[in-house]
């Protein structure tokens, strides 16, 4: 059984910072990419940021030079470092990483429960 732990959501002023985490915990063999989402009311889910299991990374545009995405691989954790936050980062945040709970088992996507990150104005 894979499970992914995030924590770190909240309310925060427009211009603040959250930083977010999500751990993997269970029976891992490895973890691939990694990546968080955002789904805000009446929208539909978005990628906010992704890491490779090689540390490359890529963001939505909204975010680019705000967020920062990193790992630790050694502790099959990630993390979103939420920096210049605005009204509209407002959303639910989800995690998700493709495992591998064997050498010889198939790539699985596993997500998240979800952080509320609240940004007033």
């Known amino acids: 059984q894979v499970q992914l732990v995030e924590s770190g959501g909240g309310l925060v002023q427009a211009g603040g910072s959250l930083r977010l985490s999500c751990a993997a915990s269970?029976?891992?063999?490895?973890?691939?990419?990694m990546a968080w989402y955002r789904q805000a009311p009446g929208k539909q889910r978005e990628l906010v940021a992704a890491i490779t299991s090689g540390g490359s990374t890529n963001y939505a545009d909204s975010v680019k030079g705000r967020f920062t995405i990193s790992r630790t691989n050694a502790k099959n954790t990630f993390y979103l470092q939420m920096n210049s936050l605005k009204p509209e980062d407002t959303a639910v945040y989800y995690c998700?990483?493709?495992?591998?709970?064997?050498?010889?088992?198939?790539?699985?996507?596993?997500w998240g429960q979800g952080t509320q990150v609240t940004v007033s104005s």
């Open positions: 269970g029976s891992i063999f490895s973890v691939n990419g």
């Open positions: 998700n990483a493709d495992i591998k709970t064997t050498a010889w088992d198939t790539t699985t996507r596993y």
